[in-house]
């Protein structure tokens, strides 16, 4: 038996290999002193065989199979193609080489009989994320069918006892439930073609006792599987399993003689509270998944013509909004569904990428100068892997779309979903967007994708990644938001290729409150695009004042999503103002560290970014509070020996406003030390639903 240790910043994983055996991750923790025993550590965690166990207890380790009697579910599930009736093969991997140095390790593992290799490869990277991929190569003569594709094998240290996981909904994405982790598991998938709203490519696992968190992600924009296994019969080592895949049902991949299956990755972290795992993610996120981060400039504030019009488009109306816009302070502007072929309402055009001359008579260009004119730039949304059966497209193309032959085609949103797998489909789009991009100074594109697939296209993610990635090489500086009616497309494969994502469609600030804070457990603001909405909101009806919803669409990549022509003069002034503050604000938003602020009553939510002794944190009231006076609103995140100048930043909200004990002390600011600021907090009025406060600090010379 061999132990090799990787360390990070502060963190240490330990396995131990057995070559032509077994292979566990046996230490997942915190960062272990130099010289550690890791003999003695092992044998600290070893336990001896009990009575209702095989002889030779098996050890599912990082490749769990059915072979010795454990009882979960197999990583690697082969069906061989010759016999495919007999059902799934028995498999005998065993490690037959690895290589380790200090922040990774790569183990060989290979059955012979069956002539299939997997390769694990863990690497420590930054933010002490551990990203972990799996690969299966054919190596012999059998064709096998893989159902599913592994990408992560987890054994979870035992200290997890809690469960948190992240199913929503259309406009409710990311709700959080946590739970405790019962024997009978968990398991989620997602059988829609991309991750949708399911949230089970996003999980959280934490010590109730210490408060400790350990979370996992699948970076693929496809269907997957998540389960965690508790080894219930106890005929294994009794911890749970966490493995992650890339399937969720669909017919297996093909693992033909010669197969060398694509890496899926996943991603873990592990850190002592949710706000250090949050930034763990973060960090990561910028240092290597967002394409070019350091790159990036300041996030412009948008706005976007969908709740503003609609498809009520002209061009007449679009330059209207677009002074409007501008007036405001906004920086980019979107031009949203409605735009091309004979698309006047969702039923009818998708695949159709032309500028709709019943719309623009004139073509785009004269509303891109006019943005232009206005110190706007200009964004458009595309929708490209769909096809509606009411469109030029569908009819010189019929086969293009995901379909059984001679079977119904059954539309979602009244639409189809194009093949993108087959080279003509990816050539069409390609050359469409290409066409549209070169012609028209577009510096931004909205990538929607409205409809579920099915029939299930096993292929369908590879063929996005690769119209993307090409259409990424030719314009390299168009930025791209993933949207799939909002939030059902993110994750960190299609973070690797786009800017921004749109966290939900609801634009409701109340909802936005749990969303945002629920998708920035693992994406930093700078991504999550934050849009003030109408009111009423179309989707909740909910009704809320402009202060309120402009101070919480500060935190993320802000926008508007409304139309400025039908607010009143003071609602106009109070985003302006808050447009204003976002923009002097969101260096320190959009680089700083992100912290969860705790508050006693449950309808307080708060948020904090920190960033070279500069702070601003957003707290906010949704309810009635059942007290006259809010608890204090304790800060995170500041040296506790340092001292800082608090103030309320302007506009204040107008209700809340006049109970403040001290506004002229307010308005000059206060002087606190951390210590201070993060132990007994700042009293604020926070008692009436639907109000908000910023708070900002500056650290000053010691
Ligand atoms: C989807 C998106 C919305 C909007 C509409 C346009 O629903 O999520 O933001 O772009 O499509 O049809």
């Given at each position: 038996m061999a132990w090799v240790r990787l360390d990070g910043e502060a963190l240490t994983l330990v396995f131990a290999l057995e070559m032509g055996g077994a292979a566990d991750c046996i230490y997942l923790g915190g960062r272990l002193p130099e010289g550690e025993d890791l003999g003695a550590l092992a044998a600290a965690a070893a336990r001896g065989r009990h009575e209702?166990?095989?002889?030779?207890v098996p050890v599912p380790g990082l490749l769990p199979e059915r072979?010795?009697?454990?009882s979960g579910t197999p990583t690697v599930r082969l069906v061989d193609l010759d016999n495919?009736?007999?059902?799934e093969v028995t498999t005998d991997f065993r490690v037959r080489q690895w290589d380790a140095s200090e922040r990774e390790l790569w183990i060989d593992w290979q059955d012979e009989r069956l002539g299939i290799a997997v390769n694990l490869w863990w690497r420590i990277r930054s933010g002490d994320v551990v990203r972990v991929t799996c690969d299966a190569v054919n190596l012999g003569k059998k064709s096998f069918s893989l159902v599913d594709q592994p990408a992560l094998v987890l054994p979870i240290?035992?200290?997890?006892t809690g469960l948190t996981t992240y199913a929503g909904r259309w406009?409710?994405?990311?709700?959080e439930t946590h739970r405790t982790l019962a024997p009978e598991g968990f398991a989620a998938r997602s059988?829609?073609?991309?991750?949708?709203?399911?949230?089970?490519n996003w999980l959280m696992l934490d010590?109730?006792?210490?408060g400790e968190v350990l979370a996992a992600h699948l970076a693929w924009s496809g269907d997957y599987s998540a389960r965690i296994e508790c080894d219930l019969q106890g005929q294994g080592d009794g911890r749970a399993v966490l493995q992650m895949a890339l399937g969720?049902?669909?017919?297996g991949v093909s693992l033909n003689s010669g197969t060398d299956l694509d890496v899926a990755e996943a991603v873990f972290a592990l850190a002592p509270d949710r706000s250090a795992l949050g930034q763990a993610f973060h960090a990561h996120a910028r240092a290597?998944?967002?394409?070019?981060?350091?790159?990036?400039?300041p996030r412009k504030v948008h706005l976007n013509s969908w709740e503003a019009l609609g498809f009520n488009l002209s061009e007449p109306a679009l330059i209207a909004l677009a002074e409007d816009a501008a007036s405001l302070g906004i920086e980019r502007f979107v031009l949203d569904d409605?735009?091309?072929?004979?698309?006047?309402?969702?039923?009818?055009?998708?695949?159709?990428?032309f500028v709709s001359p019943d719309v623009f008579p004139n073509g785009l260009a004269p509303l891109i100068a006019r943005v232009h004119e206005l110190g706007m730039d200009f964004g458009l949304w595309v929708e490209p892997e769909m096809v509606s059966p009411e469109s030029d497209l569908y009819r010189a193309h019929?086969?293009?779309?995901?379909h059984t032959p001679g079977r119904e085609r059954p539309t979602m949103r009244g639409q189809l979903a194009l093949d993108m797998a087959r080279q003509e489909v990816r050539d069409y789009l390609f050359e469409r967007l290409d066409t549209l991009l070169r012609t028209h100074a577009i510096a931004y594109l909205k990538w929607d994708h409205n409809r579920d697939l099915f029939p299930s296209a096993p292929r369908q993610t590879e063929g996005f990644y690769a119209l993307l990635d090409r259409l990424r090489a030719a314009h390299p500086h168009v930025e791209i938001e993933s949207c799939s009616s909002g939030g059902g497309r993110i994750d960190f494969g299609v973070l690797s290729r786009v800017h921004?994502?749109?966290?939900?469609?609801?634009?409701?600030a109340i909802e936005r409150l749990r969303i945002i804070p629920a998708w920035s457990q693992f994406l930093p603001l700078e991504v999550l695009g934050s849009h003030v909405g109408?009111?009423?909101?179309?989707?909740?009806g909910r009704r809320l004042a402009m202060d309120f919803r402009a101070k919480v669409a500060m935190f993320g990549h802000m926008g508007v999503e409304a139309?400025?022509?039908?607010?009143?003069d003071k609602e106009r002034e109070t985003l302006a103002a808050h447009i204003a503050l976002y923009k002097g604000w969101r260096g320190v938003l959009h680089s700083g560290q992100l912290h969860r602020l705790a508050h006693p009553d449950p309808n307080v939510a708060g948020m904090m970014v920190t960033h070279e002794g500069t702070a601003l944190a957003l707290v906010a009231q949704t309810a009635f509070s059942p007290v006259f006076d809010a608890a204090p609103m304790r800060l995170s995140g500041?040296?506790?020996?340092a001292r800082y100048r608090v103030t309320l930043p302007q506009p204040w909200p107008p209700r809340a406003k006049?109970?403040?004990?001290?506004p002229d002390g307010w308005r000059a600011g206060l002087t606190l030390s951390g210590t201070a600021l993060m132990t007994q907090g700042l009293a604020l009025?926070?008692?009436?639903?639907e109000t908000a406060w910023l708070i900002a600090l500056e650290r000053l010379p010691q």
């Open positions: 209702s166990q095989p002889d030779a072979k010795a009697g454990w495919p009736l007999a059902g240290p035992r200290r997890f406009a409710g994405e990311m709700r059988g829609t073609g991309k991750p949708g709203f399911g949230g089970g010590d109730p006792a210490s969720g049902g669909a017919a290597e998944v967002l394409p070019d981060r350091a790159a990036w400039t409605g735009w091309f072929g004979g698309r006047r309402n969702d039923q009818t055009s998708l695949g159709d990428w019929p086969d293009w779309c995901l921004r994502v749109w966290p939900s469609d609801n634009n409701d109408p009111s009423p909101n179309p989707i909740t139309d400025p022509g039908r607010m009143t500041l040296e506790p020996q006049h109970y403040l004990a001290n009025p926070l008692t009436h639903p």
